[in-house]
């Protein structure tokens, strides 16, 4: 609610009680409804008649209030005045804050000062908009500094609200007027960014191009001017590009903005400075005749600096008569003396070139010539016409002329040299100025020079040796502190660390508040890894010297902290890099390594957030751009976002020429796809990136990809395509030979045994040593599965013999003898099975192994070494889940070795613990036994009990088999007959069948 609506409201409506309340609630009323004019009326009648009526401060206060809303506000400070004396009136902060704005209005601002300033310092609804117009009061009285805290204050307040962009457009001139530049850029940037439809913003973009032309930094100076389209600062920005081209030696672009400005205001205050500098520009173009013309133009006026110019531009059309009365009617304005000095050497070359050689000497000498020639040198320097200063330098120490300002033409001479780069000749000028030795100030800048004449040139170490001479004999000079600090500097350049180290830390001790501290102590900081460089680190960020240095020295303690793995700390200094120096030259990489610690610590969709603000600048450099890009991705992904995975991938792609640095980045946008159940998506992906692809291995890798793609879909048959449109260019692919093992691993889950068999050979044959000993393994195992057991004994014996290390190795031992005893060689069985005994006795496939080696011995007829076998599995695994079936075969043991008693107690477990099959075949051991021991009526009981009990084909077949043969040896012919006919009839099929046969047709013999 705006702040002069909740001042109308303050007062509520009170109960009619006397005449002078009746009045007062008149006023109320006529206030509620916006009668300003009437409740001025009224209320003046009020206090003229109730001047002392408890309700007399209040209507004071309405009219106030009212006068204020009319803007007659020399009216209504008096009532505000005199209302701020009460000490406990209700609305003291409303009078306070109505005082000020009189009283800023009226442009007493110290008085403005001391009505908002305690109104800003008590809690309550006014206090954030008085700590404002205190700014503002601040701001029109010069006071920048508590002016910037006012505004500061007011941004961090939470009713803000329509004092935010004021406040932040008065925080931004503030670091202007301040001349802190960088700091000023910062806070136009953020302005610009949060209300880009302000209409201040071409305002502050010209307070940018001024800032940035104050760094020194003309090109972006003029870039932030040419932002300026239109608006009350038009005009200034158009100066501003004028200086900004002029100081890239642009002259022509300068000379156009300086015309453009003329030609789109006229009228402008600028206008005279323009058509000048207009004119001057032309003329360092090299069109003088377009530069006369300027000069010649009424804007430009008739002044002495004007007319100067005008003669030299007439000079270079070779018009010398013009120039020397331009010349001549400028000295008769006496002008000051180092203009004079100027316009009497353009005079005395005027008259030169006329031939006029005895008047230009003569003009020389009226004008001190020797001064005058110093002077106009010195002018030709600091214009930058270095030749020129030159020249005229030269001129002063011709030979046989004995000048006073010989020394100083010596050093203008020097300074001239250097700054055309002519190191080694300005070298030996200021060496000339150094032995001269008359003046110390002199000398020691003569002295710096060469130093900086040496580290130009590429002599470090010499000039670190000069910048530490300076520093000995001239340690109180002006040069001194800068010296000190290009030791450094010079040092590092030669490489040597220590003398770097020892100079930088040297002027931070003699020049703690020097202006190079910044840098000094950032360049020591990289020198020194540790907490002494973090310390420095955080002085310089403290000091608040150099926000541009400061912001390299946040970065530097992000990266450090990057490398030290604490995230949150770096993070932290990133994001102040971001933040408050967002136009630094490492704002960018600091803004990446935000994004790196954001995502490094889970925070995925913020990382992804700074990354797609970093991408979107143009002005990223090539590299960077291809890290965002392809760390968004990663984010994107990590965030959930597959479209936007997939965006940042196409992003990345187009600008990524490493095909596999591209395939990564794919991979990653492909699962985004994927995870978020489009896999059609992350097919085209791929199938696109094949398009774009020239590498081959990269292709493989595509192909590979896409296979496990079609597997996840559960489509195996596109999977084997991409798999063998692959293995034709790359079989030896480890890469590859994994994809294949997963492609036998679907076949082996849908039962396809032989196509399982063939992809796990692939991958066995070219896959990685782990992959390959799996590959095996489920190889063998598909193998066993579908019967090929010769081919299933080949894979895990070839896994045996090529990875004894491996944690299969116990169970390929195993499954080796399982496929040896499936193909009936017991021998070979015995082999592999007891060396799983001997090697890995405590594999969990121990007791397998013992009952298939206690049966393998047996079916090999060694009985005494089966028996031991299958004891030793009773002892040591006495849950095993074959217990029984070993149980039978030991009885089986026990009875082939004669220990006919523990065979039968054997068997008589077996048939005690199984209802089965096992358990018929213990009964017909157990008749073998009865019947080898000529007990024929107990071996048949045993027979017929399985004839009887028992469901099982083989077994009955048997048992009925063994009952014909005992009836046989009874002489029961007739009986044994039926037995075998009935093996013959229900069991055709049995083993038993045959021999049953064979009885019958003895039998009938």
Not at 609 to 636: F, G, I
């Amino acid at each position: 609610m705006p702040v002069s609506l909740l001042l109308a409201l303050a007062l509520t409506l009170p109960p009619a009680l006397d005449g002078a309340d009746d009045q007062y609630n008149f006023i109320v009323g006529l206030a509620d409804k916006g009668m300003s004019e009437m409740v001025v009326k009224e209320a003046g009648r009020f206090l003229a008649d109730y001047e002392s009526h408890p309700k007399a401060r209040f209507a004071r206060y309405r009219l106030g209030i009212a006068l204020f809303d009319l803007g007659r506000f020399g009216q209504a400070r008096p009532h505000f005045a005199e209302l701020a004396r009460v000490g406990d009136f209700e609305f003291g902060d409303e009078v306070g804050f109505r005082l000020g704005q009189c009283e800023l209005e009226r442009g007493e601002l110290q008085a403005a000062a001391r009505a908002f300033q305690p109104v800003a310092e008590r809690p309550g609804y006014l206090r954030t908009a008085a700590t404002f117009l205190l700014g503002e009061a601040f701001f029109r009285a010069g006071r920048f500094t508590d002016a910037e805290e006012c505004y500061e204050r007011t941004m961090a307040a939470d009713d803000a609200g329509d004092y935010l962009a004021d406040a932040a457009h008065g925080f931004a001139w503030c670091a202007y007027r301040l001349e802190r530049y960088e700091r000023a850029l910062e806070r136009i940037g953020s302005f610009v960014r949060k209300w880009p439809g302000d209409e201040r913003v071409s305002e502050l973009r010209f307070l940018g191009g001024e800032s940035q032309l104050e760094l020194g930094r003309a090109r972006d100076a003029l870039a932030a001017y040419q932002r300026v389209t239109e608006g009350p600062f038009h005009d200034a920005a158009l100066r501003g590009a004028g200086f900004a081209a002029a100081a890239l030696e642009e002259h022509s672009q300068s000379a156009a903005w300086f015309g453009l400005l003329l030609e789109t205001y006229p009228e402008s205050r600028y206008g005279p400075e323009a058509a000048l500098h207009q004119g001057l520009q032309l003329l360092k173009s090299g069109d003088a005749r377009a530069a006369s013309e300027a000069l010649e133009s009424r804007a430009a006026g008739a002044g002495p600096e004007v007319l100067y110019w005008r003669g030299r531009a007439a000079a270079k059309l070779a018009e010398h008569e013009r120039a020397l009365r331009c010349y001549d009617r400028a000295l008769g304005d006496e002008p000051e003396a180092e203009l004079a000095g100027r316009l009497q050497v353009a005079r005395g070359d005027a008259l030169y070139e006329l031939g006029r050689t005895d008047e230009a000497a003569q003009a020389f000498e009226r004008s001190g010539s020797d001064y005058a020639l110093h002077a106009a040198a010195v002018a030709k320097l600091n214009d930058g016409e270095h030749e020129e200063a030159v020249r005229l330098a030269r001129m002063l120490l011709a030979p046989g002329r004995e000048s006073e300002y010989a020394v100083e033409a010596r050093l203008t001479l020097a300074e001239g040299l250097f700054a055309l780069e002519q190191y080694a000749e300005a070298e030996a000028s200021f060496r000339a100025v150094v032995e001269d030795g008359s003046e110390p100030s002199r000398t020691a800048r003569a002295l710096a020079r060469i130093g900086w004449c040496r580290y130009l040139a590429g002599d470090a170490s010499g000039a670190a040796e000069t910048f530490r001479d300076v520093g000995r004999s001239h340690a109180r000079s002006a040069e001194a502190p800068e010296a000190a600090f290009m030791q450094g500097r010079a040092s590092e350049a030669a490489g040597d660390e220590d003398g770097a180290k020892s100079a930088y830390a040297a002027y931070l001790t003699r020049f703690p508040a020097g202006v190079h501290r910044a840098e000094a102590r950032l360049r020591l900081a990289r020198f020194e890894p540790g907490a002494a460089g973090d310390r420095l680190l955080q002085e310089l960020i403290a000091d608040e010297a150099e926000p541009a240095l400061a912001a390299q020295a946040h970065y530097e303690l992000g990266e450090r902290g990057t490398a030290a793995g604490d995230h949150a700390g770096a993070a932290a200094h990133y994001r102040a890099v971001v933040e408050h120096y967002p136009a630094s030259g490492v704002s960018a990489a600091a803004r990446f390594g935000l994004a790196w610690c954001l995502y490094s610590a889970g925070e995925h969709a913020d990382a992804a957030r700074e990354l797609k603000t970093l991408a979107a600048q143009r002005e990223l450099d090539a590299e960077m751009r291809l890290a965002t890009l392809e760390l968004l991705v990663w984010a994107q992904r990590k965030s959930g976002d597959a479209r936007g995975a997939q965006a940042a991938f196409e992003a990345f792609s187009a600008v990524c020429a490493d095909e596999p640095r591209r395939f990564e980045a794919a991979k990653v946008a492909a699962g985004a796809l994927q995870d978020s159940d489009r896999a059609t998506e992350a097919q085209a992906l791929f199938a696109g990136l094949l398009d774009r692809t020239s590498d081959g291995a990269v292709a493989v890798s595509i192909c590979v990809e896409r296979a496990y793609l079609f597997l996840d879909g559960g489509d195996v048959p596109e999977a084997e395509q991409q798999l063998r449109a692959a293995y034709k260019y790359s079989p030896g692919d480890p890469a590859l030979g994994e994809a294949f093992f997963f492609a036998g691993e679907a076949q082996f889950e849908r039962g396809e045994d032989a196509g399982a068999a063939e992809f796990y050979a692939i991958a066995a044959a070219s896959a990685t040593a782990e992959v390959a000993q799996r590959a095996l393994y489920k190889g063998g195992f598909a193998l066993l599965r579908s019967g090929d057991n010769d081919g299933a004994a080949k894979r895990f014996h070839e896994l045996v013999q090529q990875h004894g290390t491996s944690e299969l190795y116990g169970e390929s031992l195993f499954l080796l003898g399982e496929a040896h005893y499936r193909a009936g060689r017991y021998g070979d069985a015995v082999r592999w099975l007891d060396r799983v005994r001997s090697e890995v006795p405590r594999h969990d496939v121990a007791p397998k192994a013992l009952f298939r080696l206690g049966v393998a011995r047996a079916r090999n007829g060694e009985w005494r070494e089966a028996g031991e076998a299958l004891a030793q599995l009773a002892r040591k695994f006495p849950d095993f889940e074959h217990t029984v079936e070993a149980e039978l075969w030991r009885g089986r043991a026990l009875a082939h070795l004669d220990r006919t008693r523990g065979a039968r107690q054997a068997f008589e477990r077996v048939i005690a613990k199984d209802r089965g099959v096992l358990s018929a075949q213990a009964h017909i051991e157990l008749g073998r036994l009865a019947l080898a021991a000529g007990n024929r009526d107990d071996a048949l009981s045993a027979f017929l009990r399985v004839a009887v009990l028992y469901a099982h084909d083989e077994e009955v077949a048997e048992a009925l088999y063994m009952a014909g043969q005992v009836l046989e040896a009874q002489g029961e012919s007739d009986s044994a007959a039926d037995r075998y006919r009935a093996v013959v009839t229900e069991h055709a099929e049995a083993r038993f069948a045959g021999p049953a046969r064979e009885r019958i047709r003895a039998l009938k013999r």
